[in-house]
Nanobody, 119 residues
Framework: QVQVVESGGGLVQAGGSLRLSCAAS????????MGWYRQAPGKQRELVAD???????NYGDSVKGRFTISRDNAKNTVYLQMNSLKPEDTAVYYC?????????????WGQGTQVTVSS
């Protein structure tokens, strides 16, 4: 069994900051890519940022320069520092982890955490 658990969402005013965390635990040999996606009401889920096991990163165009993704490999944890938040950043943020375990290489998703940015 693998658990992927997000934390750190909440309500913030425009221009403010939030930090999300996501930890993977359970039957894990190694965690490959970890990333954040978001889904606003009526919209498709979109990439926010992901980070590979070598530390390289990839960001969605709408968050470049404002959000920073990082990871702690020893803790199988990924973080998303969100600065200069805008109302359009309001969404449920989901953590995605590509994990190698006894079942092979599989994608696991967290349950999501709500981020609401007020204008």
């Amino acid at each position: 069994q693998v658990q992927v658990v997000e934390s750190g969402g909440g309500l913030v005013q425009a221009g403010g900051s939030l930090r999300l965390s996501c930890a993977a635990s359970g039957s894990i040999f190694s965690v490959r890519t970890m990333g954040w996606y978001r889904q606003a009401p009526g919209k498709q889920r979109e990439l926010v940022a992901d980070i590979f096991s070598d530390g390289s990163t990839n960001y969605g165009d709408s968050v470049k320069g404002r959000f920073t993704i990082s990871r702690d490999n020893a803790k199988n944890t990924v973080y998303l520092q969100m600065n200069s938040l805008k109302p359009e950043d309001t969404a449920v943020y989901y953590c995605k982890a590509l994990i190698y375990n006894t079942l092979g290489l599989k994608v696991y998703w967290g349950q999501g955490t709500q981020v609401t940015v007020s204008s």
